[in-house]
């Protein structure tokens, strides 16, 4: 955003006084964001939202889950009543009950979550979790309220299928907004898949396996954390488990899941690439990539060796994307065959996978 465009307005909400500050400073400190309130429980947030003037009221709300007199959870829904609707983005801890409540947060229609960052970790000055709230209290902005998966989007033309082509296996990656757009993706599945997708979402530990239980929730297809060893059934989604690399490898009558602790790559683990690289090494060109919303370029490598061996790249349009920063980068190196929202995206995948794939150009 450059310095003559609008400030984006947020809220804050949080009953620590010092997390308020710290954030606040954070924020502020990018001179496209400009604070407009500060409160102390959800009751507060309630009431202050509704009597800000038209020009002060927030695009965004950071949303602290656990809080006296009514917390967030409570808070949520009648936030999003307002009108304007804000976009809600909740902070939770880093456990598992936390990653529990930022899913059932999404549920009720919250956009986006961040947990919280330990003291260890740098706490609220950590390099990698400011990034991370600036795209997304900028990205849900510029997006406004409404989630990924609640926009209409209209019907995709359907890619050309020619023969003598098939997808063994579908590898799927994303970050930043990802939960959101994942889903979006999962609920416009009409059908099962004829194959496994295996999925990399950038999150923590513990995070993963209630982002798979959000997923599974959904009910158009199986989805768990992947457990090294399983075999890849299809018609399944696999999630890597936060902190683990998850790797697809060749076996007798089909594909097996491999976890690693190979190092971090892009900064990430799980990442991407080491999970498009092995399915390209398992599948050969057999293999269709799908790079959703999130920061950084982590994919562009794997689905460079995906198309390299004549699979195909699917991207999320930036239109869609909260941050256009992996779909956009496999979309500058022209590997992608088509770029759509995700829901869009599920109806071109169930058209290359069509009868166990049928044939993809």
């Known amino acids: 955003m450059s310095g003559s465009a609008t400030p984006v307005r947020v809220m804050l909400c949080d009953d620590s006084a010092t997390v308020r500050a710290a954030m606040a400073r954070l924020l502020e400190a990018d001179p496209g964001i400009r604070i407009v309130a500060r409160v102390a429980n959800g009751q507060e947030a309630v009431a202050t939202l509704a009597g800000l003037p038209a020009a002060l009221r927030p695009q965004v709300v950071l949303l602290d889950l656990e809080m006296p007199v009514m917390d967030g959870m409570t ?47 740098g706490g609220l000055n950590d390099p990698a979790f400011r990034a991370e709230v600036l795209a997304k209290v900028k990205g849900w902005a510029r997006m406004g309220a409404a989630p990924t998966a609640a926009r209409p989007v209209a019907a995709a033309r359907p890619l050309a299928i020619l023969p003598g082509r098939g997808v063994r296996a579908i590898g799927l990656g994303c970050s930043t907004g990802g939960p959101q757009a994942l889903a979006a993706f999962v609920q416009a599945l009409a059908r099962p898949l004829p194959v496994p997708l295996l999925a990399v979402q950038h999150m923590p530990a513990g995070f993963t396996a209630m982002l798979a239980d959000h997923l599974d929730r959904l009910g158009r297809l199986p989805c768990a954390e992947a457990r090294d060893g399983e075999a890849l059934r299809p018609g399944r989604l696999y999630l890597a488990p936060g902190n683990r690399h998850l790797l697809a490898e060749a076996a007798a009558g089909g594909l097996v899941a491999r ?101 993809v150009a």
């Open 75 to 121: 808070a949520l829904p009648l936030l999003l009543r307002q009108v304007p609707r804000p976009a809600v983005i909740v902070a939770s801890a880093l456990t598992q009950r936390g990653a529990a409540a930022a899913m059932a947060a999404l549920r009720a229609g919250a956009a986006d979550y961040i947990p919280k960052p330990g003291a260890a970790g």
């Open 259 to 359: 976890l690693s602790d190979a190092p971090p790559e892009n900064f990430c683990r799980p990442a991407v690439d080491p999970m498009l690289r092995s399915l390209v090494a398992a599948c050969g060109g057999a293999v269709l990539a799908v790079i959703l919303t999130g920061m950084g370029h982590d994919g562009l490598a794997g689905c460079r060796a995906v198309a390299a061996a004549g699979g195909t790249v699917l991207a999320q349009d930036e239109a869609s994307s909260v941050v256009w920063g992996m779909p956009g980068a496999v979309a500058k190196a022209g590997l992608a065959r088509a770029l759509l929202p995700p829901a869009a995206l599920a109806e071109q995948v169930q058209a290359l996978t069509a009868g166990r794939a049928g044939a």
